[in-house]
Structures are given as structure tokens and as C-alpha cells.
């Protein structure tokens, strides 16, 4: 039986270590593999992927806190359904949860939709504060990176769109939004 471990924060700034620290508390010979990526989809986490690839019958994958591995409850259900359908258990550190146990797999999915209803809460609150900025003209969204008049300048002096695209450090794709 091999455990695994899955440490993840989504930004290059926040640290692993107390996440790591906790782990090789419990579980000293643990393969511990880290990720730095958003966990609001199970996509774009090649790591993650890559332990739930690895690891075979009767072995564990532990995690520091259930948001590290799963932010929406879908996600976090197709995550257990396939390391249950591998005979893999879960254990979650931080509440106690160990999915080869009729209680845990409970427990995991009530916290599932907890930890859902949180991300949804924290974009609501989000949507709320861009809106109030907007109303104040203090939030004006992304500024344009692409000088359209440039574009259809070059474009009216007969240059392609390759040609433009180099010329400006654009993707041709961008020259051809500007001139539809």
C-alpha cells in the first residue's frame, strides 16, 4: 500500500509548507507531490491527475483540507467515484475523513456541498463588489492590449494579417477579430 499525498495552493506566492507539515505528521513515508493551480475545476492540474493515474488498489491519497483537492461538488464526486472504482481511499486530515469508511464517504459529501456553496458565496460577494465599483466608475474592466486604428491602418495599406500580427506582437487570430 502506497500513500500519496496532494498538496495544492492556486497561487505562485502562497506556500505548501504547513500542508506538507501536516501530512508528514501523520503519514512520514508519504509520496508527496505539490501543484500551484486553481482548484475550481479538476482540469489544468496535470499533478492531480497524474496521483489519481498512479495509485492502485488499496492504496490512500491524503489531503490537507477538502477545498485543496475540490471546490464544487461534482468535481469532487467524479474524483471519489474514480479512485473508488481503483479500490483507492481518501483521507482528508484537517476533518477526519477516510472514505474506506461508510462515515467518512458521508461525511465527504455533505462537505462537498458546503465547500460548493462557499465558491459560490465568495463570487456572489465578488459579482457585488465589481458591480459597486462600477457604479462609482472606480472598475472599468480589462483595458484594451490591441490598438484597433493601428490594425486597420496597417490593414488599409494593403499589409496581411500575418505580417500586422508581427508587426504589433498580436496573434493573427486578434488582427482577424478587429477587422470582422
Do not use: H
Not at 467518512?104 to 462557499?118: D, H, R, S
Not at 486597420?152 to 500580427?165: F, V
Not at 504589433?168 to 477587422?179: D, E, H, N, P, W
Request: proline share 1%.
Amino acid at each position: 500500500m502506497t500513500t500519496f499525498a496532494y498538496c495544492r495552493v492556486s497561487t505562485i506566492e502562497q506556500n505548501l509548507s504547513a500542508q506538507k507539515e501536516a501530512i508528514k505528521k501523520k503519514y512520514s513515508d508519504a509520496v508527496i507531490r505539490e501543484e500551484k493551480a486553481s482548484g475550481t475545476s479538476r482540469n489544468g492540474r496535470p499533478v492531480l491527475e497524474l496521483i489519481i493515474d498512479m495509485a492502485t488498489e488499496g492504496d490512500k491519497i491524503v489531503i490537507w483540507k477538502l477545498d485543496r483537492l475540490a471546490r464544487n461538488t461534482l468535481d469532487l464526486m467524479n474524483i471519489v467515484q474514480t479512485l473508488e472504482n481503483k479500490g483507492v481511499s481518501l483521507e482528508i486530515l484537517d476533518q477526519a475523513i477516510d472514505t474506506s469508511t461508510a462515515s467518512g464517504k458521508a461525511f465527504l459529501q455533505m462537505l462537498g456541498v458546503f465547500a460548493e456553496f462557499e465558491t459560490n458565496l465568495r463570487k456572489e460577494r465578488q459579482q457585488a463588489g465589481i458591480a459597486k465599483a462600477k457604479e462609482k466608475g472606480i472598475y472599468k474592466g480589462r483595458q484594451p492590449t490591441i490598438d484597433v486604428e493601428k490594425v486597420k491602418a496597417l490593414k488599409s495599406e494593403g499589409k496581411g494579417a500575418s505580417t500586422i500580427a508581427k508587426q504589433l506582437g498580436i496573434s493573427r487570430a486578434s488582427v482577424y477579430r478587429v477587422l470582422e
